[in-house]
């Protein structure tokens, strides 16, 4: 089945270490995207990829790296610099040539930061 | 700057009965605009969408309204169901071609059986 899935479903994290976040897409989408919510909040735009070896930053960038080395992964690491990490994290994809606006979401990670 | 804006954090009705759920805009260059429908602990799943160019979108029970003029579009659900209680976001397509979406803060629907 085509998807997105995102490992791991919790991540718990002590302070002062990086942690990296797990997307993969099996859709054949150009486009990806990590958001990251926070209760009473929306989403909010962390990195996106419109192709691989590009990448772009978001509202929220500082404390965060992504890579796109290829097509179906875009790993997020969640540095030591993010102040506030403890969110939930979601990844999602988008056909980019496609004229549907929709992005397709994963799972979503929970991260913890002890 | 919240340039999607949910002013309903929660909303509460009876089974069978109909949902409205709002949403406003700042951004007079949004042309696509999209809902999206999500559960404790999962991601998002898109419900249904609208282009500028339309005042009305219909799928099965959903209905989007956009009034440009107002900068406002809400989403009907007709009959609502016990299981459409979730958390509903509404999202702008931001000008320029990258697809980003920016989302307002949700609102909560809870359908009472």
């Known amino acids: 089945d085509g998807g997105i899935t995102q490992s791991p479903k919790y991540l718990f994290r002590k302070e002062g270490q990086n942690v990296t976040l797990s997307c993969e897409q099996n859709l054949n989408h150009d486009a990806m995207y990590w958001y990251r919510q926070d209760p009473g909040q929306g989403l909010r735009l962390i990195y996106y990829?419109?192709?691989?070896?590009?990448?772009q930053k978001g509202d929220i960038a500082e404390g965060y790296s992504v890579s796109r080395e290829k097509k179906e992964s875009f790993p997020l690491t969640v540095t030591s610099a993010q102040k506030n990490p403890t969110a939930f994290y979601l990844c999602?994809?988008?056909?980019?040539?496609?004229?549907?606006?929709?992005?397709?979401f994963g799972p979503g990670t929970r991260l913890t930061v002890l | 700057d919240q340039q999607v804006k949910q002013n309903s954090p929660s909303l509460s009705v009876q089974e069978g009965r109909i949902s409205i759920l709002n949403c406003d805009y700042t951004?007079?260059?949004?042309?696509?605009f999209l809902w999206y429908k999500k559960y404790p602990a999962e991601g998002p799943t898109f419900l249904i969408s609208i282009s500028s160019i339309k005042d009305k979108n219909e799928d099965g029970r959903f209905t989007v309204f956009l009034n440009k003029s107002a900068k406002h579009l809400s989403l009907h659900i007709v009959p609502s169901q016990p299981g459409d209680s979730a958390v509903y976001f509404c999202?702008?397509?931001?000008?320029?071609?990258?697809?980003?979406?920016?989302f307002g803060q949700g609102t909560t629907l809870q359908v009472k059986p």
């Open positions: 951004n007079s260059m949004f042309d696509y």
């Open positions: 999202a702008a397509v931001d000008s320029g071609n990258t697809g980003k979406l920016i």
């Open positions: 999602a994809s988008r056909n980019y040539r496609s004229s549907y606006n929709e992005q397709f």
């Open positions: 990829s419109q192709i691989v070896n590009d990448f």
